[in-house]
């Protein structure tokens, strides 16, 4: 287990194994914080109420598995890998 900021430079040895390496990445951020991403996230509201709105709401998931959550899933990673990657290029624009 690895408790760390997303930005932080990480790695661990090579996976020597045949079965594949999993992630599981959580963040747990109270509602008046917010991104400064041109790119919009979502996020679920999982305690209290949100009275700030800097997220798109995620939905509960209704069924495991099903297509409506899959595709609700795949554009929450889509939207935290190109905001991830604008972020990643301010900070090596300041590191400059």
Same mark, same amino acid.
């Not at 990445?25 to 991403?37: D, E, F, K, L, M």
């Not at 209290?48 to 598995?65: I, L, Q, S, V």
């Given at each position: 287990? %690895? +408790? ?7 790695? =661990? ?10 992630? +599981?990445?959580? %963040? ?9 991403? @041109?790119?919009? +996230? =979502?996020?679920?509201? *999982?305690?209290?109420? #949100?009275?700030?709105?800097?997220? &798109? &709401? $995620?939905?509960?998931?209704?069924? #495991?598995?099903?297509?409506?959550? @899959?595709? *609700?899933?795949?554009?929450? *990673?889509?939207?935290? @890998?190109?905001?991830?990657? $604008?972020?990643? +290029? @301010?900070? $090596? *624009?300041?590191?400059?």
């Amino acid at each position: 287990m %690895s +408790l760390h900021h997303t930005h932080l430079v990480h790695r =661990s040895g090579p996976n020597r194994t045949d079965h594949r390496r999993i992630g +599981l990445g959580i %963040s747990y951020i109270p509602t008046h914080v917010r991104c400064h991403c @041109r790119t919009r +996230l =979502s996020a679920m509201l *999982v305690r209290g109420a #949100d009275r700030y709105g800097y997220f &798109d &709401d $995620e939905k509960r998931p209704r069924a #495991d598995y099903g297509a409506a959550e @899959r595709a *609700v899933h795949a554009e929450a *990673v889509a939207r935290f @890998r190109e905001a991830n990657a $604008e972020e990643t +290029l @301010r900070y $090596e *624009v300041a590191a400059k």
